[in-house]
């Protein structure tokens, strides 16, 4: 009985504990907006959303995603790839087909969703995640927690529009701010548009007026970005071109251009991300 | 390498060499152990939605492999487990996990009435309301504990548990702690056939700052209370809160025996914990209303079991009442993982493919469940089984009903025949998280005949039929189904069996998902399998087409998607 009696004290004393420091809480706060340009750049995140117009649950994600770029500002940008074989597809009553053959690539060479809505955050695998997919109870963590590294790249993105045949002519700048080791890395240019008003299947039942933002609707590089051939070290200046033709049924007001630096290979870290209008 | 691995290796190294160097010849040593291997090819069917996975796409092949490795000797027990994942689909089935190393490895020890265990541990206080950790490979569920665990027992009726740990994350460690205690006994009265078997058990975790920040960044993007400007009075609260970094559970359990009756009772509390409630409103910061947030609330489970057994009757009554009862090792993980406790299911554990096409999926933010189930065996050669459940979500609403009827009857040792029909009612919305979808009632009639050809040789033939109610004339889900099997059996090696699932009357979900249904067509899902088993050496090679559904171990589902391609797998004891 002694024994007994001196065990479960034992077990008591284990499981009491003081008052703990809690953490704090502070509530939103509005991040800052606007330009960019390398000299004032910060680290920008990429946050790659995968949604379906047919996904009942991924307007709930939509509208997170809009609370986190309202309260990062620019340093968080943000994209809509429409690719599963079930929620992607479009409904009769969708006017648009938001599946492109990148994004399906994209959706492949990032690891599918395991549910939606899901997203990536600056493509990393963070410590402990099984894949880089990431339900949306761990975005906002984890936006901050890339967004607290400093840059090792800046990006400059300077595109030129001629809407009489619609082509644009993009220069990427890369400025290395710090040695990149990793020998492959990639340069990613992104489409996104921005309002575009067409069917959403939501909680509320099928709505034909949703908004859908920053739509993922093409890449003028491969999906998994073109690799860059020159070492960078830091202090170099890399400038790559590209040309693309926006196709007629995009609203060039609303058009966005991403460029997104990322290592390639087993591990697929953004290192920087950029975003500017097609038309400013 | 990580410390983690480091130091695995370290351990493992000690423990083969231990081995190495003791032997066979050793008196009294003894090692035995056990493989699983399970390869897949996969064959690109976009008409059953089996593409558009790396698997599919550009792999083509994945495996996924299991070496256990147990060595006895003077007291010793010590034990290693290899585990291997190429290009599997086990921990995400939309995507790739390749990692391969030693998943698990222990060191048991017991000196007088002292038990010490250091590594990995799979253990369970009481039912494993607040604690179990368990392995579950078709869903990739390894809950073990990496840590140390003492036992020490005060006489032959009572032991004292307690562990400390961190729970194990494929090859690497979730980074929250965990401590806990039991202390379980065995009473009998001694005037009576009465005895008692009480237990009562605590178990805390403690948040690792990593996580608590994650979390803090996520409540910081919760609208936070409002105060009227003139008064400054509290209008709304808002939805942040300042999370807590311990959580504590506790549960007291006893088993009652008197005769043939049995009565098990189990209550559970657990303290504040951060949870994600799927279910509860949030207005954004942007003005959006969505659903779904973290809530920080205490938790209870009361669960019992009553059963009586006596002259060929059997019968269990089951009953179970969950109030915000998730409990992870961080708040932020979903589905299945993080998981560190267990929910004994109110339902029938369904073998048959398409009755437990529709399995529930355990609730744990809340559900009020009832199960009975009856036996009765009318002579040596005709049985019934009758079961019933039904479970409601916290609010009343339903969420799973099913009654099942079973009859099992013998003619000599020439043949059997298993006979019965399952009506279910699925709250396929909140169980397979599709918002809007109408509940799916159905109705299963099913029969599986064994003739024994001779002493060596058996056929099996199993049939059954699967009709979905319409709801406002529309079929939901995927309609309705056949069934149908014949497998032939030479003992004691071969097994061969052909199988055909055809989607008879396709329904809305059907693949192509979004065609009309009128438009859509009968689908097969065949599949051929061979066994073969010698001694304790079992292969088998399978062509598989199957179905999108849901795949469940213990209560605990994950919807997967469709498969499409050839299985082959290893089993050996040894």
């Not at chain 1, 284990?14 to 809480?25: G, K, L, N, R, Y």
Request: proline share 5%.
């Amino acid at each position: 009985m002694k024994r007994l009696l001196f065990f479960l004290s034992f077990i008591v004393f284990s499981f009491s504990a003081c008052d703990e420091i809690e953490p704090v809480v502070t509530g939103a706060t509005p991040g800052a907006s606007g330009p960019t340009p390398p000299a004032e750049q910060k680290r920008q995140v990429i946050i790659e959303e995968f949604t379906g117009v047919g996904c009942v649950q991924c307007p709930s994600g939509s509208a997170i995603i809009k609370d986190l770029v309202s309260i990062h500002g620019s340093q968080l940008i943000a994209v809509s790839i429409h690719s599963s074989e079930n929620f992607s597809v479009p409904t009769p009553q969708n006017q648009y087909d938001f599946r492109t053959p990148e994004g399906d690539g994209l959706n492949n060479y990032l690891g599918g969703p395991l549910g939606f809505p899901s997203a990536v955050v600056n493509r990393r695998l963070f410590d402990g995640r099984p894949s880089l997919q990431l339900g949306k109870n761990e975005w906002p963590g984890y936006v901050v927690e890339e967004k607290a590294i400093p840059p090792k790249v800046k990006l400059d993105i300077q595109p030129v529009f001629n809407p009489a045949n619609r082509n644009v002519s993009i220069d990427v700048t890369i400025f290395v701010e710090e040695t990149v080791s990793e020998p492959d890395v990639n340069l990613s240019v992104i489409f996104t548009e921005d309002g575009i008003i067409d069917y959403q299947l939501t909680p509320e039942g099928p709505n034909l007026n949703y908004k859908h933002e920053h739509v993922f609707r093409g890449m003028a590089t491969p999906f998994s970005g073109q690799p860059l051939a020159e070492s960078l070290t830091v202090g170099a200046q890399i400038t790559k071109s590209f040309n693309y033709t926006i196709p007629a049924d995009w609203k060039e007001e609303k058009v966005n251009i991403i460029a997104v630096v990322s290592i390639d290979g087993i591990r697929k870290d953004v290192l920087q991300a950029h975003k500017v209008h097609l038309i400013e | 390498m990580k410390i983690q691995n480091l130091l695995d290796s370290i351990c493992i190294s000690c423990l083969l060499l231990a081995i190495c160097t003791s032997g066979y010849s050793q008196e009294g040593a003894r090692i035995s152990g056990n493989l699983e291997f399970n390869g897949n090819f996969f064959v690109r069917d976009s008409s059953i939605n089996a593409f558009n996975t790396p698997q599919y796409d550009r792999q083509l092949y994945g495996a996924d492999s299991w070496l256990n490795l147990n060595y006895s000797y003077k007291g010793f027990d010590v034990g290693v487990r290899f585990d291997m994942f190429q290009n599997s689909y086990l921990l995400n089935p939309s995507d790739s996990y390749t990692a391969q190393g030693i998943g698990y490895w222990q060191v048991k020890k017991s000196i007088n009435k002292l038990g010490i265990t250091a590594g990995y541990f799979y253990d369970i206080i009481g039912s494993g309301i607040i604690f179990r950790a368990y392995e579950s490979r078709p869903l990739a569920i390894d809950q073990a504990l990496y840590g140390i665990r003492l036992t020490y027992d005060f006489d032959d009726n009572w032991r004292l548990k307690g562990f400390s740990g961190r729970q194990k994350q494929q090859f690497d460690l979730y980074e929250s702690n965990f401590r806990g205690a039991s202390i379980e006994g065995f009473l009998s009265l001694d005037s009576s056939k009465v005895t008692l078997a009480p237990g009562f058990g605590a178990v805390s975790r403690t948040l690792d700052d990593n996580t608590m920040n994650n979390l803090v960044a996520t409540l910081n993007t919760y609208r936070g209370p409002t105060f009227d400007p003139n008064t400054g009075e509290l209008i709304d609260e808002g939805d942040i809160f300042t999370p807590k970094y311990s959580t504590y559970a506790f549960s007291f359990y006893n088993t009652l025996t008197a005769g043939p009756f049995s009565w098990y009772l189990e209550g559970a509390y657990k303290t504040k914990d951060v949870l994600n409630d799927p279910l509860a409103p949030r207005e954004t910061i942007s003005g959006d209303t969505i659903i779904g947030r973290f809530i920080q609330t205490d938790g209870t489970v009361f669960y019992t079991s009553v059963s009586y057994a006596r002259n060929g009757l059997g019968i269990t009554l089951e009953g179970k009442r969950t109030r915000n009862f998730d409990f992870r090792t961080r708040p932020q993980a979903e589905g299945i993982q993080g998981l560190v406790h267990f929910l004994p299911p109110m339902t029938r554990v369904n073998t048959y493919r398409m009755l437990a096409r529709y399995a529930y999926n355990i609730q744990f933010i809340g559900e009020t469940s009832v199960q009975a189930d009856i036996s009765y065996r009318f002579n040596k050669a005709l049985t019934m089984t009758l079961n019933f459940s039904n479970i409601d979500d916290r609010n009343g609403e339903e969420l799973y009903r099913e009654g099942y009827l079973e009859l099992y009857y013998k003619f000599k040792r020439k043949w059997t025949l298993t006979a019965g029909a399952q009506y279910q009612e699925y709250n396929q919305d909140v169980l397979q998280g599709k918002p809007g979808v109408p509940f799916v009632t159905s109705f299963t009639p099913y029969f599986d005949f064994l003739y024994k050809i001779d002493k060596k040789r058996a056929i099996r033939f199993e049939g059954q039929y699967m009709t979905l109610e319409e709801v406002r004339g529309v079929l939901g889900d995927y309609g309705n189904w056949a069934f149908g099997l014949v497998e032939y059996s030479i003992a004691p090696n071969w097994t061969f069996t052909v199988s055909d699932m055809v989607n008879i009357k396709p329904g809305k979900l059907s693949p192509p998902e979004n065609a009309p249904v009128s438009t859509k067509e009968k689908k097969h899902y065949p599949r051929f399998d061979v066994y073969y088993t010698h001694k304790t050496n079992r292969f088998s090679l399978s062509y598989v087409k199957q179905v999108e559904g849901i795949v469940c171990s213990g209560g605990i589902c994950r919807l997967e998607p469709a498969f499409s391609g050839v299985k082959v797998s290893v089993n050996s004891t040894f």
